[in-house]
C-alpha cells in the first residue's frame, strides 16, 4: 500500500475532513474484519485516516486550485425539530446477527414506526419516531462478539411529551421481533 495517505483513502490532498470521514467510511464497508475484510487492510485504512486528518489540521491552507467551480449548495433539508428532555439508554438491547443485517432490521422497523432522518451504516440510525409517541431517536449500534448491541438515545419534540425510554426500546424489541415477510 502506498504511504500517502490521501492515495490510501482515495481522495485529493486538498480533501475536507468531512471528505476523509467519508472515504473513511467507504473503505471500511470493504476492509472491516466484521464484514469479511482483513484485519491488516483495514489498520492501513485507519492510519492513512488518521495521518490526512492530522495533515489536513496542521496545514489549513491547503486549497483547492482556483479553476475548480464551487461545489453546489446544500439540498435543502427537513427543518429540525426542537429537542428536549433527552435520555441515553446503553446498551438497550442486543440482536443476535452482525451490525450490516441489524442496521438494515432497523431501517425495516423504522419503516413502520416512524422516519429516517439520519443512516450511517452500520453503525448509526437517527428516527423520528411516531409510536410509541412522537419523539426524536438515535440508535447506535456496536459489534458484540458476532452480535450487535443498539444503545438507544431518545428526545422530546416541540409539543410532545417527553417519552419514556423503556417503552421507546419496548417497541423497537417487540418490532424487531416480528416476521420481517
Known sequence: MSSDPFEVLGVAPTASL??????????????????????????????AYERAVELRRSSPRVTAPVDVPAPPPPAPSRP???????????????????????FEALLIVTSWIGEV???????????????????????????????T???????AVEGAPVPDI???????????NQPLW
Open 18 to 47: 468531512q471528505e476523509l470521514a467519508a472515504a473513511r467510511r467507504l473503505l471500511a464497508q470493504a476492509h472491516h474484519p466484521d464484514l469479511g475484510g482483513d484485519v491488516a487492510a483495514m489498520q492501513a485504512v485507519n492510519a
Open 80 to 102: 429540525r425539530r426542537p429537542v428536549r428532555g433527552v435520555q441515553h439508554d446503553a446498551p438497550s438491547f442486543t440482536i443476535d446477527v452482525l451490525p450490516v443485517e441489524a
Open 117 to 147: 432522518l439520519v443512516d450511517d451504516p452500520p453503525y448509526v440510525l437517527e428516527v423520528f419516531l411516531h409510536d410509541p409517541s412522537p419523539c426524536w431517536c438515535r440508535l447506535d449500534l456496536v459489534p458484540d462478539a458476532g452480535a
Open 149 to 155: 448491541t443498539v444503545s438507544l438515545t431518545v428526545a
Open 166 to 176: 423503556d417503552a421507546v426500546r419496548d417497541v423497537w424489541v417487540a418490532n424487531l
